[in-house]
C-alpha cells in the first residue's frame, strides 16, 4: 500500500517570504500524480499543484511551485512571497495511474502553515 | 455549475442512531469518492464508485455503506452510529483520470 508523509506538523513563515514544505510517499508504482491540496479554516479543499510522475520538469503555478525528486520519492511544496490568505493546512496526496484514480487519493497528515505578518 | 454539493453541513447524533449524507455533483463526473477526516489528520477513503452501479470499499469501510443510482448522486449510509464515527466528512467527484474536486464537507458528532 502506498504511504505519504509529512514531517512537520506545523510551520512557521513571515508575510512576503519563500517556505517550503515537504513530503515523501513510498511507493512501487513507476506511474502516478501527486498533489498538494491547501485547506483553509472554512474546511473546503483546494487543489495548489499537481505533477505527474513520468514528467521530469516540476510544475509551477504562480507563486507555488514543487521540487520531485522521483528517486528519493520526495515532493516538496515552496511557496514564494507568502500572503495571509495562503495560512492553510496543506495536505500532500498520492494517487495511482492505473486505473484513473478510480481507487482514490492516499493522504499525508498535513502541515499546519502559519502566516506571520 | 454547483460543483459538489453535501448536505448536512452539521449533524449531531446520539449512538445507535442512522442517518443519509447526501452528496450531489453537476460535472457529469464518473467517480465519486467519499472520505473521512478526523482530527489532526489527513483524509480517509471509505467508499468509492466508477459509474452507476457500481461501488467498492475504500481503507476504512466499516459502518457505513453507499449506494450509486445516478451519476449524480452518491449517498453514504450510516448505521448504528458510534462516537468512532465523529469526524468531517467529504464527498469528491472526477473524470476518469483527472483531478477530484470536493464538496464542502459534514462535520458529524455522534454522542
Known amino acids: 500500500a502506498q504511504t505519504v508523509t509529512q514531517s512537520q506538523p506545523e510551520m512557521s513563515v513571515q508575510e512576503a517570504e519563500t517556505v517550503t514544505l515537504s513530503c515523501t510517499y513510498d511507493t512501487s508504482e513507476s506511474d502516478y500524480y501527486l498533489f498538494w491540496y491547501k485547506q483553509p479554516p472554512s474546511r473546503q479543499m483546494i487543489l495548489v499543484i499537481r505533477q505527474e510522475a513520468y514528467k521530469q520538469q516540476n510544475a509551477t503555478e504562480n507563486r507555488f511551485s514543487v521540487n520531485f525528486q522521483k528517486a528519493a520519492k520526495s515532493f516538496s511544496l515552496k511557496i514564494s512571497d507568502s500572503q495571509l490568505g495562503d495560512a492553510a493546512m496543506y495536505f500532500c496526496a498520492y494517487r495511482k495511474f492505473e486505473g484513473g484514480g478510480a481507487d482514490g487519493l492516499t493522504f499525508g497528515k498535513g502541515t499546519h502553515l502559519i502566516i506571520q505578518p | 455549475n454547483a460543483g459538489v454539493t453535501q448536505t448536512p453541513k452539521f449533524r449531531i447524533l446520539k449512538i445507535g442512531q442512522s442517518m443519509t449524507l447526501q452528496c450531489a455533483q453537476d460535472m457529469n463526473h464518473n467517480y465519486m469518492y467519499w472520505y473521512r477526516q478526523d482530527p489532526g489528520m489527513g483524509l480517509k477513503l471509505i467508499y468509492y464508485s466508477v459509474g452507476a452501479g457500481i461501488t467498492d470499499k475504500g481503507e476504512v469501510p466499516n459502518g457505513y455503506n453507499v449506494s450509486r443510482s445516478t451519476t449524480e448522486d452518491f449517498p453514504l449510509r450510516l448505521e448504528l452510529a458510534a462516537p468512532s464515527q465523529t469526524s468531517v466528512y467529504f464527498c469528491?467527484?472526477?473524470?476518469?483520470?483527472?483531478?477530484?474536486?470536493f464538496g464542502p464537507g459534514t462535520r458529524l458528532t455522534v454522542l
Open positions: 469528491a467527484s472526477s473524470q476518469a483520470g483527472e483531478t477530484q474536486f
